[in-house]
T-cell receptor, first 113, second 109 residues
Framework: IAGITQAPTSQILAAGRRMTLRCTQD?????MYWYRQDLGLGLRLIHY???????GKGEVPDGYSVSRANTDDFPLTLASAVPSQTSVYFC????????????FGSGTRLTVV | GQNIDQPTEMTATEGAIVQINCTYQ??????LFWYQQHAGEAPTFLSY??LDGLEEKGRFSSFLSRSKGYSYLLLKELQMKDSASYLC??????????WGAGTKLIIKP
């Protein structure tokens, strides 16, 4: 089934540890995005990639890094986790045709303690 | 700054009609999206409006007025499964999506 796979589904992480959230899509979409979703706030863009080999910073990039070595994979790394990074993280992709919207992964629920 | 406003929560009765409003102020406009998000799940795409007017898709319709910076999502013949959050998002001049905080819709029997 075509779509986006995120891993892990959930994780409890000690503060100061490094963590990589994985995201893989099989739709050959050029654009990919990482969002965090916190209660009472809208989805906030962390980083994005318009095509393989390029990345850009979103609204809340501090403490996070991404890479886009190929079309399918877009991992998000927390170099040294802090409690304020406790959130639900969604990866999304887009074909570039706005009328089709974005496709989202099922999310990673991260708790930093 | 950029801003998307929508009500935090709404309640409606099964079988009825509900209208969820969204107002926006963004730097540029390249379309407005509505997404549905059930609790604990990912958002799923409902509709896209880039021109003024009404777009109808079955029980769901979405309206846009660009001059007023206003949209609404209309849900007819409400079903219990429509209980979810509804997210309004606007694509700005940089083709980035700006998201509202979402409207939690509670359907009562």
């Amino acid at each position: 089934i075509a779509g986006i796979t995120q891993a892990p589904t959930s994780q409890i992480l000690a503060a100061g540890r490094r963590m990589t959230l994985r995201c893989t899509q099989d739709m050959r979409h050029n654009a990919m995005y990482w969002y965090r979703q916190d209660l009472g706030l809208g989805l906030r863009l962390i980083h994005y990639s318009n095509t393989a080999g390029t990345t850009g910073k979103g609204e809340v990039p501090d403490g996070y890094s991404v890479s886009r070595a190929n079309t399918d994979d877009f991992p998000l790394t927390l170099a040294s986790a802090v409690p304020s990074q406790t959130s639900v993280y969604f990866c999304a992709s887009s074909s570039g045709r706005e009328s089709y919207g974005y496709t989202f992964g099922s999310g990673t629920r991260l708790t930093v303690v | 700054g950029q801003n998307i406003d929508q009500p935090t929560e709404m309640t409606a009765t099964e079988g009825a009609i509900v209208q969820i409003n969204c107002t926006y102020q963004t730097s540029g406009f390249n379309g407005l999206f509505w997404y549905q998000q059930h609790a604990g799940e990912a958002p799923t795409f409902l509709s896209y409006n880039v021109l003024d007017g009404l777009e109808e898709k079955g029980r769901f319709s979405s309206f846009l007025s660009r001059s007023k910076g206003y949209s609404y999502l209309l849900l007819k013949e409400l079903q219990m499964k429509d209980s979810a959050s509804y997210l309004c998002a606007v694509m700005d001049s940089n083709y980035q999506l700006i998201w509202g905080a979402g409207t939690k819709l509670i359907i009562k029997p």
